[in-house]
T-cell receptor, first 113, second 115 residues
Framework: KAGVTQTPRYLIKTRGQQVTLSCSPI?????VSWYQQTPGQGLQFLFE???????NKGNFPGRFSGRQFSNSRSEMNVSTLELGDSALYLC????????????FGEGSWLTVV | AQTVTQSQPEMSVQEAETVTLSCTYD???????LFWYKQPPSRQMILVIR??????QNATENRFSVNFQKAAKSFSLKISDSQLGDAAMYFC????????????FGTGTSLTVIP
């Protein structure tokens, strides 16, 4: 069974641009959540989607958005990039929102210059 | 929001020795789950062990075991017979049933294994 797949793995963007990251969950998993990981801040929860609906949202500005498709694949978008958005963005999936364990992808490294 | 605290930013252990990583959490909930995840240099987060709060018995997975003290809100990870492959960042996590089953993570402990 394939794991959680994130694309792209690495990308460099310029301040002010926007970026879209993609996540394909484990087959059969319908819940996808996103985390931002930065040194010293650990993992910060961005949002979680289930059945194409956002179920939970972390404390991030509106520049951070996401969506989920009918095949459970998810995308997150960051608009008007700032230097502080440079981070590892991790996607995780579980079967249901009530699922006891989340499984992570390898992450997308975003560098904003 | 729940708070998870890992007070040891860095730890080191000799190969084949035992090391314990600390984690405390703050909650008013009675039923929850606790986790330890490992993040090696590849950055892939891997589940190490999971503990259900309603279970008094400490979880064990091969060389990994936990010391779960519910009243003290403490959840430490013990790694026995440490191996070079155990070198990684370790994150403690709390799953909250009352906030949409959201996961809350600590800031991590970087473990170095000395040959």
């Amino acid at each position: 069974k394939a794991g959680v797949t994130q694309t792209p793995r690495y990308l460099i963007k310029t301040r002010g641009q926007q970026v879209t990251l993609s996540c394909s969950p484990i087959s059969g998993h319908r819940s996808v959540s996103w985390y931002q990981q930065t040194p010293g801040q650990g993992l910060q929860f961005l949002f979680e989607y289930f059945s194409e609906t956002q179920r939970n949202k972390g404390n991030f500005p509106g520049r951070f958005s996401g969506r989920q498709f009918s095949n459970s694949r998810s995308e997150m978008n960051v608009s008007t990039l700032e230097l502080g958005d440079s981070a590892l963005y991790l996607c995780a999936s579980r079967q249901q929102v009530s699922g006891n364990t989340i499984y992570f992808g390898e992450g997308s490294w975003l560098t904003v210059v | 929001a729940q708070t998870v605290t890992q007070s040891q930013p860095e730890m080191s252990v000799q190969e084949a020795e035992t090391v314990t990583l600390s984690c405390t959490y703050d909650t008013s909930e009675s039923d929850y789950y606790l986790f330890w995840y490992k993040q090696p240099p590849s950055r892939q987060m891997i589940l190490v062990i999971r503990q259900e709060a309603y279970k008094q018995q400490n979880a064990t997975e091969n060389r990994f075991s936990v010391n779960f003290q519910k009243a003290a809100k403490s959840f430490s990870l013990k790694i026995s017979d440490s191996q070079l492959g155990d070198a990684a960042m370790y994150f403690c996590a709390y799953r909250s049933p009352n906030t949409g089953n959201q996961f809350y993570f600590g800031t991590g402990t970087s473990l170095t294994v000395i040959p």
